[in-house]
C-alpha cells in the first residue's frame, strides 16, 4: 500500500506542471486525497484536496490549480498553471481512507496517515 508522487522539475514562472499521485495497494477514490507542500524553512501547508466527489483549494492556489482522479488509473493528478516562484516546494500527496467532506481537520496533514515520497517543484526563470 503506497502513494508515489512524481511530476515535478523546473518550470518558468507563469508556466504549467502537472504532478501526479499514483496509489497501489488500495482504491485512490475510496480516500481523501491531499496535496501537502513545504517550502525551504516553512511549515508544510495544504494545497488541494479531493473527498467525497468535492474538491478544496487554498487560497493561494485557487484558480491556478485544479485537483482531479482518474479512477482507472488511480491516480490524483494537480494541474497547476500560472506558477509563481512562491509555489517553489516540495510537494506531498497523503491519503486518509474513506471519501471524506473536506473540513477544517481534514485540510490538516495530521489527519492523513499515507504519505507519498515527494517531489521537488522549482519555478524559476
Known amino acids: 500500500v503506497q502513494l508515489q508522487a512524481c511530476g515535478g522539475g523546473l518550470v518558468q514562472p507563469g508556466g504549467s506542471l502537472r504532478l501526479s499521485c499514483a496509489a497501489s495497494?488500495?482504491?485512490?477514490?475510496?480516500?481523501?486525497i491531499g496535496w501537502f507542500r513545504q517550502a525551504p524553512g516553512k511549515e508544510r501547508e495544504g494545497v488541494s484536496y479531493?473527498?467525497?466527489?468535492?474538491?478544496f483549494y487554498a487560497e493561494s492556489v485557487k484558480g491556478r490549480f485544479t485537483i482531479s482522479r482518474d479512477n482507472a488509473k488511480n491516480t490524483v493528478y494537480l494541474q497547476m498553471n500560472s506558477v509563481t516562484p512562491d509555489d517553489t516546494a516540495v510537494y506531498y500527496c497523503?491519503?486518509?481512507?474513506?471519501?471524506?467532506?473536506?473540513?477544517?481537520?481534514?485540510?490538516?496533514?495530521?489527519?492523513?496517515?499515507?504519505w507519498g515520497q515527494g517531489t521537488q517543484v522549482t519555478v524559476s526563470s
Open positions: 497523503a491519503a486518509k481512507e474513506g471519501p471524506r467532506p473536506i473540513t477544517s481537520e481534514m485540510r490538516r496533514d495530521r489527519a492523513y496517515n499515507m
Open positions: 495497494g488500495f482504491t485512490s477514490d475510496h480516500y481523501t
Open positions: 479531493i473527498g467525497d466527489s468535492r474538491k
